[in-house]
């Protein structure tokens, strides 16, 4: 393998660097496709033994599309987006090459994989899987398996939810019109911890937050869910019930079963 | 003031404690009344120069109205309701003695105010003031000053929707019939975060959350924007237009104005 030519498509990217790193650190050759470096895709195909998908959820489909069929059957084909089910459904379909979906479970502003979880998910995969497990554990990283479609289900509440819960809470204090140095005067620790989540969505890349909400599958049953349960919420606090607000909360309490 | 004698009327809850340990360290002597000491409340009264009165807020206003007439003018009233419009109403209405809002803008789980922010709102104080202020920046407290109505507003950001925000996301976590044990797997740094904010809500004393968000006086104009918000957010999403979604995330974004 010391000849091997790793192709990253989006590898100059925060995420796509630092498995740029992982496998330059390998002694691999390392080759860095971005929307600045002129891409040539067939020629990349060809020249490496495995291509790295790294690019914005919304591209992905399209940029395994090109790659995909110029890729061989005893090459490698894997992506790093934030969905499973779609891009992993679209590699098979593009390449007769393996393909390993990831998910790398943390942003681009870590250093390393080392302590991260990455959700692999194999899909066809025979020569290459127990090299790509052994590298990511080698380099630290805590492996999660799983199939595309589960890897998906748990992303709605680890990641819809999540983000969606946080995003328009924002959204709420900017009409508002809250004023920052204000709130920071009165803050309590978990509002301090919580406002820092939301400045993180709002300022480091909205797109992929919209990418991963808007396309996840099951998006539409946690909106129903929302809706549902603000509703609920609202109807207590509306009756200045006080008690029927607590029993709700003891009630959907998760961690009473 | 050596012999000064100091009542805390639940003081033997978590900071009611944190306050009664604060005065003995100073050399005061201080009598706590809780629901299972068989609270004498005009005896405490009349033996004590200081009271506070750190009970719900669903039973503080009736608190406040059985200690406040038993004290005297050169005494002082104090609260650490998590509201502070309508307990000082309430104290400067009950009773003759000076009268001191507080609301310690953290949890009863730290060891001491140091390092912690305390809002004060002196709504009728004169020889007390300066003593109350001296003390609590003594032992490291941030003092906050600010009105009842003001404070109350702050609150409706840093309470009442950061509460709400959590408490509905883990309500439909459990609608969702989500597992705890396989979210761990799966989880990322900020769902991390996230969950061990909406557990310390439903597993300390949800009661506290709901009386905080439900007698807010702010709480009815966050509902309304709550639902108008989820309902622009939903709009977009079931367009399924990801620029329309990022455009509204900037257009909303507290950190650029």
Partial sequence: MEDLHIGIIGGTGGM????????????????CAGRTTGLDIPAMAKKCKVVIVSVP???TAEIIEEVGPFMREDALLMDLTSLKA??????????????????P???????????????????????WL????????????????????????MMALIQVLNHLNSITMGMIMKEWGADLAELEKFT????TTKLAIIKELFTNNPRLYADIITLNPYTDKILELYEKTLSEVTGVIKQGDVGAFTTLMEGRNLWKS
Same sequence: chains 1, 2.
Avoid: N, Q
């Fill in 16 to 31: 796509g660097r630092i498995f740029a790193d992982l496998f330059r650190g390998e002694g691999y050759t390392v080759h």
């Fill in 57 to 59: 959820i919304g591209v």
């Fill in 86 to 103: 779609e891009p992993v459904k679209a590699m098979l379909r593009a390449s007769p090459a393996e393909v390993l979906g990831l998910h």
């Fill in 105 to 127: 479970l943390f942003g681009p502003g870590v250093d390393s994989v080392a302590g991260h979880t990455i959700c692999i998910c194999p899909a066809r995969t025979e020569r």
């Fill in 130 to 153: 127990d090299w790509a497990r052994d590298i990511l554990k080698k380099h630290g990283a805590i492996l999660m398996e799983t199939t595309p479609e589960r890897h998906d289900e």
């Fill in 188 to 191: 309590t620790p978990i509002f």
